[in-house]
């Protein structure tokens, strides 16, 4: 009789690229953070700059339905207070761009987008999502942070004394993540560890998520 043989668990690893094509990472076993270091395009960087610099609050949330493969999301009406300002098309291109590339590569037909103008950290803690998978990109200020694995223990997660104070991670301003969330199958007890940044005084952030809703 042969001995039942045993399925290892991938070794968690994240991967990060110079193109669009690490994104599709995410799909491997065992890598929970992909991540595209792209620089953002000038005129889109000057939006996200003279957003933050109006002081006025946004925050919107919305559930995009697509149809079909070839569908384009329906983003009309999204930061319509900022419309009249240069380089808003640019943006809202951007945004289309980014949530066609999240259904295409994982064959979305919902998805959750949030767009905040922050003034403090939103998740200040350590923590993991519990969700499938998260896209998260910054516009303009600092963007997220994470840790390797093995850098914090689990279980004290959310736990500001245990919390490490250096071999902490950033992700740029421009650039585009992907984290793998608790509710990954194969993913459980793996979440990608990140937290937000902490903000000074007078300084803000543009943040774009999306999310996996089906």
Same mark, same amino acid.
């Given at each position: 009789?042969?001995?039942?043989?045993?399925?290892?668990?991938?070794?968690?690893? $994240?991967?990060?690229? #110079?193109?669009?094509?690490?994104?599709?990472?995410?799909?491997?076993?065992?890598?929970?953070?992909?991540?595209?270091?792209?620089?953002?395009?000038?005129?889109?960087?000057?939006?996200?700059?003279?957003?933050?610099?109006?002081? &006025?609050?946004?925050?919107?949330?919305?559930?995009?339905?697509?149809?079909?493969?070839?569908? &384009?999301?329906? =983003?009309?009406?999204?930061?319509?207070?900022?419309?009249?300002?240069?380089?808003?098309?640019?943006?809202?291109?951007?945004?289309?761009?980014?949530?066609?590339?999240?259904?295409? =590569?994982?064959?979305?037909?919902?998805?959750?987008?949030?767009?905040?103008? =922050?003034?403090?950290?939103?998740?200040?803690?350590?923590?993991?999502?519990?969700?499938?998978?998260?896209?998260?990109?910054?516009?303009?200020?600092?963007?997220?942070?994470?840790?390797? &694995? @093995?850098?914090? &223990?689990?279980? !004290?997660?959310? $736990?500001? %004394?245990?919390?490490?104070?250096? @071999?902490?991670?950033?992700?740029?301003?421009?650039?585009?993540?992907? =984290?793998?969330? #608790?509710?990954?199958?194969? %993913?459980? @007890?793996?979440?990608?560890? !990140?937290?937000?940044?902490?903000? %000074?005084?007078?300084?803000?952030?543009?943040?774009?998520?999306?999310?996996?809703?089906?």
């Amino acid at each position: 009789m042969l001995a039942p043989t045993l399925k290892l668990r991938p070794v968690i690893r $994240q991967t990060i690229g #110079e193109t669009p094509v690490v994104l599709t990472d995410i799909l491997k076993d065992g890598v929970n953070l992909a991540l595209w270091q792209r620089q953002l395009p000038l005129h889109i960087a000057e939006f996200g700059e003279l957003l933050i610099s109006l002081n &006025e609050p946004l925050a919107e949330s919305r559930v995009i339905e697509l149809s079909g493969e070839d569908a &384009e999301p329906n =983003l009309l009406g999204l930061a319509s207070s900022c419309s009249d300002l240069e380089g808003y098309e640019g943006f809202i291109a951007d945004v289309s761009w980014l949530v066609s590339a999240f259904a295409c =590569l994982l064959g979305a037909r919902r998805i959750g987008v949030r767009l905040r103008l =922050l003034d403090k950290a939103m998740c200040p803690r350590f923590h993991v999502d519990h969700v499938p998978v998260r896209l998260i990109t910054t516009y303009a200020g600092i963007g997220s942070q994470w840790l390797r &694995e @093995g850098r914090m &223990e689990r279980r !004290h997660l959310s $736990q500001a %004394n245990a919390e490490p104070e250096d @071999g902490i991670e950033q992700i740029h301003c421009g650039e585009v993540a992907l =984290l793998k969330g #608790e509710k990954w199958h194969g %993913n459980e @007890g793996f979440g990608l560890i !990140h937290r937000s940044p902490q903000l %000074n005084a007078n300084e803000r952030r543009l943040i774009l998520t999306l999310d996996w809703l089906a």
